[in-house]
T-cell receptor
């Protein structure tokens, strides 16, 4: 199994630009999670999907952030417009079903907004 | 509110020795899981070990074992025969079955020295 796949691995962009992060969960996993990691705030859950449906987006910082999961094998996290304070490592994780099953993390996308 | 506390921001150990990382948590729930995740310099989050709260027996995975003290709400990780490849940030995490939230501690940076 290839594990959770994220792209790009690194992204450098200028303030105001749109950023799209991509995630392919482990095949057969029904739940997908987006996390953000910063030195100041540690790991934060942004949103999670169950069977492609967003269940809890209370962690999404503001309207500039949006996430979609059009099918079971693909999800995107979009930031528009991006700001320097969005600089962080963004992780995608998947599990067989919800939080009660172990989450497997992708390698992360390191985002730098200048 | 649920919290996870890792009181040791940094630790170091000599290769081949044993080290214990501490973690305490707070929750009023009775059904939960606890995890230790490892984040090496590559930034990927790797599951190390998982403990179900209803199990009294401490989980073990090769050189990794936990000391789960439910009454004290303590969940420490012991790494035996430390290897250079164990150098990483280690995160303790609490998963609540009801309501579904995965809460991470701030992490402990472990350095294994040759």
């Amino acid at each position: 199994d290839a594990g959770v796949i994220q792209s790009p691995r690194h992204e450098v962009t200028e303030m105001g630009q749109e950023v799209t992060l991509r995630c392919k969960p482990i095949s057969g996993h029904n739940s997908l999670f987006w996390y953000r990691q910063t030195m100041m705030r540690g790991l934060e859950l942004l949103i999670y999907f169950n069977n492609n449906v967003p269940i809890d987006d209370s962690g999404m910082p503001e309207d500039r952030f949006s996430a979609k999961m059009p099918n079971a094998s693909f999800s995107t996290l979009k930031i528009q417009p991006s700001e320097p304070r969005d600089s962080a490592v963004y992780f995608c994780a998947s599990s067989l079903q919800g939080f009660q099953e172990t989450q497997y993390f992708g390698p992360g996308t390191r985002l730098l907004v200048l | 509110a649920q919290t996870v506390t890792q009181s040791q921001p940094e630790m170091s150990v000599q290769e081949a020795e044993t080290v214990t990382l501490s973690c305490t948590y707070d929750t009023s729930e009775n059904n939960y899981y606890l995890f230790w995740y490892k984040q090496p310099p590559s930034r990927q989050m790797i599951l190390v070990i998982r403990q179900e709260a209803y199990k009294q027996q401490n989980a073990t995975e090769n050189r990794f074992s936990v000391n789960f003290q439910k009454a004290a709400k303590s969940f420490s990780l012991k790494i035996s025969d430390s290897q250079l490849g164990d150098t990483a940030m280690y995160f303790c995490a609490l998963l609540l079955i009801r309501g579904g939230k995965l809460i991470f501690g701030q992490g402990t940076e472990l350095s294994v020295k040759p």
